[in-house]
């Protein structure tokens, strides 16, 4: 696994955290086995947390937003990863 590839080898602790989530054109959605008042239960002890919404160019936050999502650099991150999902969607639309 990627976190443990890269765990300090001093501490033990992560360096790095991989959260299992996806992206949609309005949303990046994390999965957590941690439930809360705005999870959704998605089944076999996972939840489903809306974490960003995207509107007027640029994602905005929510109060829970982990403030690592809130970074120049993760926001370059998904803002880029929207742009290929986008062009990946619009590719499968001429191809049809």
């Given amino acids: 696994?990627?976190?443990?590839?890269?765990?300090?080898?001093?501490?033990?602790?992560?360096?790095?955290?991989?959260?299992?989530?996806?992206?949609?054109?309005v949303k990046v959605v994390l999965a957590s086995t941690k439930?809360?008042?705005?999870?959704?239960?998605?089944?076999?002890g996972v939840f489903g947390e809306a974490t960003m919404h995207y509107r007027g160019k640029a994602y905005q936050f929510f109060p829970w937003t982990y403030p690592d999502y809130k970074s120049k650099d993760?926001?370059?991150?998904?803002?880029k990863v929207r742009e290929l999902y986008r062009l990946q969607l619009k590719q499968q639309c001429v191809a049809r």
Avoid: K, W
Wanted: hydrophobic share 30%; net charge negative; with cysteine.
């Fill in 1 to 25: 696994m990627l976190e443990e590839e890269y765990r300090d080898a001093s501490t033990g602790g992560r360096r790095i955290n991989v959260d299992p989530g996806y992206l949609e054109q």
């Fill in 35 to 44: 439930n809360f008042y705005h999870r959704i239960y998605l089944g076999q």
């Fill in 74 to 79: 993760c926001l370059r991150f998904f803002l």
